[in-house]
């Protein structure tokens, strides 16, 4: 199994911008879906984004489209989520997870999760 560690979260104003990190202890980025999910208090979890390691496809949820980006480096094996325009709705706990197969967001494939990263959004 791949250890996920995740950062960048924390506390900001409506509007304003957190760039969250989903880092691959000690492996390569592994060639499959790395997404990143998020709960909030009393909600379903749901897929934000998603991306395809192997060939880079990217896929987002439509209530992020447009607002956030998710990238890959090699290099730094990590997986980012850049979220702009952030929105009191988008307060949750994040997590990224990769293992799923069959589609980005079918996070009960997932077979490795981070330990979550909370985004606290104000208005």
């Known amino acids: 199994q791949v250890r996920l560690v995740e950062s960048g979260g924390g506390s900001v104003q409506a509007g304003r911008s957190l760039r969250l990190s989903c880092t691959t202890s000690g492996a390569t980025l592994p060639r499959n879906y790395i997404a990143w999910f998020r709960q909030a208090p009393g909600k379903q979890r749901e897929g934000v984004a998603g991306i395809y390691t192997g060939y880079g496809f990217k896929y987002y949820a439509d209530s992020v489209k447009g607002r956030f980006t998710i990238f890959q480096d090699n290099a730094k094996n990590t997986v980012y989520l850049q979220m702009n325009s952030l929105k009191p709705e988008d307060t949750a706990m994040y997590y990224c997870?990769?293992?799923?197969?069959?589609?980005?967001?079918?996070?009960?494939?997932?077979?490795?999760w981070g330990q979550g990263t909370e985004v606290t959004v104000s208005s």
């Open positions: 997870a990769t293992g799923m197969r069959g589609r980005w967001d079918l996070a009960e494939e997932a077979t490795s």
